[in-house]
């Protein structure tokens, strides 16, 4: 199910470049409607000699994209070729000026960005999974500046990868892991020295 802010952001889009498709497929969006709510509509409810096809398909991806089976490339084919401007004059959101660099992705998406970083640290030898028992955690030190220290899911989002990748950081000695009760921390200047200084030298 895609967020509000994802809806509104392609609402926007279709809204500006309002040929009959794109009104269309706002107008299914806006409504919140199904796949099935498409079907009764734009079929159902339409005489066989008025049925248009290419108007249901395109309602029907937009319900689609709405339950977040499809990206918002494949409802908007175009919207690759879109620039920053092109979104702020559409009142898109999530598109922020050229200086910000910011860009909204979905969830899918994000999680095929994520596989991708993955693969290019094994493929240049900073990542390797971990073998059981090889990156046990030492015990947290009494005088450990807690400002510092990250538990391991927030480590893991700072530097965009998985908690495999970051065990095998441990395990390979590039950085400490420390244990404190159920939690697994690290060092976010270990973090910025170690890892993302090697990163930015590839």
């Known amino acids: 199910m895609r967020t509000k802010n994802e809806i509104n952001q392609a609402v926007a889009i279709l809204t500006r470049k ?8 706002a107008e299914v969006l806006q409504g919140s409607m199904t796949e099935q709510q498409v079907f009764q509509k734009y079929v159902m409810e339409v005489a066989e000699e008025n049925r248009d096809e290419v108007v249901f398909f395109a309602a029907r991806d937009a319900a689609r994209f709405s339950a977040g089976h499809i ?7 175009d919207v690759q070729n879109m620039t920053a401007a092109d979104f702020a004059a559409a009142g898109a959101l999530g598109v922020v000026d050229e200086e910000s660099d910011t860009i909204m992705l979905s969830r899918k998406e994000f999680n095929c960005l994520l596989a991708r970083i993955e693969r290019l640290e094994h493929w240049t030898g900073l990542r390797r999974k971990a073998a059981p028992g090889d990156c046990t955690p030492l015990p947290l030190p009494e005088d450990a500046d807690m400002d510092d220290l990250m538990k391991q899911n927030e480590a893991c989002r700072y530097l965009s990868c998985g908690k495999n990748t970051i065990k095998g950081y441990a395990s390979r000695g590039l950085v400490h892991s420390y244990k404190k009760g159920k939690f697994t921390y690290y060092s976010r200047r270990e973090l910025d020295k170690k890892i993302r200084k090697l990163r930015d030298t590839l």
Do not use: H, N, T, Y
Request: charged fraction near 25%; avoid cysteine; hydrophobic fraction near 45%.
């Open 18 to 25: 309002a040929d009959r498709l794109s009104l269309v497929q």
């Open 71 to 77: 990206g918002l490339e494949e409802l908007i084919p």
